[in-house]
T-cell receptor
Framework: QKEVEQDPGPLSVPEGAIVSLNCTYS??????FMWYRQYSRKGPELLMY????GNKEDGRFTAQVDKSSKYISLFIRDSQPSDSATYLC????????????FGIGTKLQVIP | DTAVSQTPKYLVTQMGNDKSIKCEQN?????MYWYKQDSKKFLKIMFS???????INETVPNRFSPKSPDKAHLNLHINSLELGDSAVYFC???????????????FGEGSWLTVV
């Protein structure tokens, strides 16, 4: 079993839809949870991060972490064609030099 | 200004050759990384350096040798290239603190390596 599982998609939605992206993980020591966005032919860029369980909202984006279920989500409201990208979840233990483990990424296409 | 820059962006080379990818960051970060993204888009860490010192070395063939002349540079040299080395290699950097800033990894644009 991979440490982080993520459906690779692709996921196609119409413009304006609410998008739900999810990851599950097996390592209960993970404390930091992140979402990266990667456009085609570009490097990943940090979109959101949360520490431990809870919700975090930033504009149209909401990140949720449920540590009891080992499940994290990213919601995108009012999706736009410019949101079309691959979304990678990532997580790591607490501490300074712990490595970050990435999901395989979900490819999202928002159709105008 | 490009925060993390790596060169070359595209590299096509024959099996058995030796090649290098260079990376520089101007963010003042202490920690730098090399990640590999394979054809299935899986992003995996290869190496991590903190202030020129190797701190993470995943199971990578010893044909791959990172070198950090100073904390702003982390180069990757690959000997005797094999077909399976074809992938996108990302350089990245982050601050060393374990707080909020320490979670942000800034990636370069990637180097597309094709071994033929």
């Amino acid at each position: 079993q991979k440490e982080v599982e993520q459906d690779p998609g692709p996921l196609s939605v119409p413009e304006g839809a609410i998008v739900s992206l999810n990851c599950t993980y097996s390592n209960s020591a993970f404390q930091y949870f992140m979402w990266y966005r990667q456009y085609s032919r570009k490097g990943p860029e940090l979109l959101m991060y949360t520490y431990s369980s809870g919700n975090k909202e930033d504009g149209r984006f909401t990140a949720q972490v449920d540590k009891s279920s080992k499940y994290i989500s990213l919601f995108i409201r009012d999706s736009q064609p410019s949101d079309s990208a691959t979304y990678l979840c990532a997580m790591r233990n607490s501490g300074g030099y712990q490595k970050v483990t990435f999901g395989i990424g979900t490819k999202l296409q928002v159709i105008p | 200004d490009t925060a993390v820059s790596q060169t070359p962006k595209y590299l096509v080379t024959q099996m058995g050759n030796d090649k290098s990818i260079k990376c520089e960051q101007n963010l003042g970060h202490d920690t730098m990384y090399w990640y590999k993204q394979d054809s299935k888009k899986f992003l995996k860490i290869m190496f991590s350096y903190n202030n020129k010192e190797l701190i993470i070395n995943e199971t990578v063939p010893n044909r791959f040798s990172p070198k950090s002349p100073d904390k702003a540079h982390l180069n990757l040299h690959i000997n005797s290239l094999e077909l399976g080395d074809s992938a996108v290699y990302f350089c990245a950097s982050s601050p060393t603190s374990s707080g909020q800033a320490g979670n942000t990894i800034y990636f370069g644009e990637g180097s597309w390596l094709t071994v033929v």
